[in-house]
């Protein structure tokens, strides 16, 4: 009897484990394709042994990925963060909700490509500043500003650095 209750206590499991294991699986797969949908959706088209960032055709992308890297600059992003992001893609960039969202997703994909957060800033700031010139980033510096005082009224370090890059990169 004690075998029985035993291989039923490891069915179980298994049962269980399986299940969670098979509804993390497909969240998976269906973030990599909300951020391949996303990618699609603003024509970028990524190139052979070239960095992510150095793809981006976009300047909209490029400023989206640094308000990510604001947003994520203490941590993971929070609901006010991501509502801040969302509403301020759609008053700067002028566009729907739903491609403030798809903003959002390849943001995050686009901030996440290299684990030297620094180094994704450098080159986002330098792209932007080449596609969108000195008044795109200005508008940036505001929505960093934004974004970064979203949970708590103030910007950490790590965003006055950000806008500090923005500044300097600028003149």
Do not use: H
């Not at 042994?49 to 989206?64: G, K, M, Q, Y």
């Not at 960039?93 to 943001?107: K, M, N, R, V, Y």
Request: charged share 25%; net charge negative.
């Amino acid at each position: 009897m004690p075998y029985l209750i035993a291989l039923i206590g490891v069915v179980s499991a298994i049962t269980f484990w399986y299940f969670r294991l098979r509804d993390t699986g497909a969240d998976v797969l269906d973030m990599a394709n909300d951020v391949r949908l996303a990618a699609r959706r603003f024509g970028f088209t990524r190139k052979l042994n070239a960095n992510p960032v150095d793809s981006i055709e976009d300047a909209r992308l490029a400023a989206a990925g640094i308000l990510v890297i604001a947003a994520e600059s203490d941590g993971a992003i929070s609901e006010s963060e991501k509502k801040m992001f969302l509403r301020q893609c759609q008053s700067v960039f002028s566009c729907t909700a739903d491609e403030a969202g798809e903003f959002l997703i390849f943001g995050r994909w686009l901030a996440n490509t290299s684990p030297i957060r620094d180094e994704t800033l450098r080159r986002l700031v330098r792209k932007t500043l080449q596609l969108g010139g000195a008044e795109a980033l200005a508008d940036l510096g505001g929505m960093v500003r934004a974004v970064g005082e979203a949970d708590n009224g103030t910007a950490d370090e790590y965003v006055e650095d950000i806008l500090e890059r923005l500044k300097r990169a600028s003149n």
